[in-house]
């Protein structure tokens, strides 16, 4: 590709220089042109010199003089006309080569866009050889290297299967050291229901005694109660037949001349 822009950019350096080419031609002949154009000039000027000194010189030479001066004029446009045949084929001579510096700048791109081209597609069938090339030999390699490479895809997967393994193991016991530790803070809670269910039920049995104890007491108290009231009866039935009796011996006199009267009271319930 390096070749192919250097040709692409030789024209354009032809056209510079042809152009600076046609530059110094055309202020060589205005030189040229000036420099002619100038020389009639000092000529005629010298002539007018001589023909005025020949003039004052002599008057006879007036019609020499007159007749070399014409002539002189005569010279000079003849010159003068050689001098733009001269010019014209110059001119002509520079629009040929011009032309033929054109046709061959254009015959030069047009070589150089081919030579492009050409190298553009040598580089893209070479750059598809390389790829096939390329392709093949990867091919080839992966071929002689097939055991090898079913090694190591087998050894990555008894890695990975380990490495699943380890994981799977690590996060089980995980679990079970979650579910212990759930297990625990579950008995825990159990044990702390229990001991107060415990406490509870020592508290209601406690209560439970104390109410039966308080009972037993009161029903010892009502026992003793009513033992002291079937005393007190008893004392009672007692001195009412001691008092019956004492009234009967009042009644019956001293020596019993009277039979006894027995009397009996109920006890009282």
């Known amino acids: 590709m390096g070749r192919s822009r250097s040709r692409t950019k030789s024209p354009s350096r032809r056209r510079h220089k042809s152009k600076h080419s046609r530059k110094r031609s055309k202020s060589r002949e205005k030189h040229s042109n000036n420099k002619y154009s100038d020389k ?12 005025h ?4 010189s002599s008057g006879s030479d007036a019609s020499d003089d007159v007749h070399i001066v014409s002539h ?5 446009r003849d010159r003068d006309r050689k001098m733009d045949e001269v010019e014209r084929l110059a001119e002509m001579e520079r629009q040929r080569k011009k032309k033929e510096l ?3 700048i254009f015959t030069a791109s047009a070589v150089g866009r081919q030579r492009e081209v050409e190298q553009k597609m040598v580089e893209e069938e070479a750059a598809k050889r390389i790829e096939e090339l390329v392709q093949k030999r990867v091919e080839e390699e ?17 890695e990975a299967k380990r490495a699943m393994e380890r994981q799977m193991m690590e996060e089980m016991e995980w679990r079970q050291a979650k579910l212990r530790e ?6 825990e809670e ?8 415990e406490r509870i039920m020592e508290e209601n049995n406690r209560k439970i005694e104390e109410a039966q104890k308080k009972l037993a007491e009161e029903r010892l108290a009502m026992v003793e109660q009513q033992r002291l009231m079937e005393e007190e009866r008893q004392r009672m039935r007692k001195e009412h037949e001691k008092r019956v009796k004492e009234e009967q011996k009042k009644i019956l006199g001293k020596n019993n001349s009277r039979p006894k009267l027995s009397f009996t009271l109920k006890p009282v319930t």
């Open 182 to 187: 759930e297990e625990k803070r579950r008995e």
């Open 53 to 56: 000194s020949a003039s004052s």
């Open 190 to 197: 159990e044990r702390k229901k229990r001991e107060e269910l």
């Open 142 to 158: 992966l071929e002689k290297r097939k055991e090898e490479i079913e090694a190591e895809v087998q050894r990555r997967v008894e």
């Open 40 to 51: 009639p000039k000092e000529r005629s000027s010298k002539s007018r010199k001589r023909s």
């Open 102 to 104: 054109s046709n061959k």
């Open 72 to 76: 002189k004029k005569r010279s000079y």
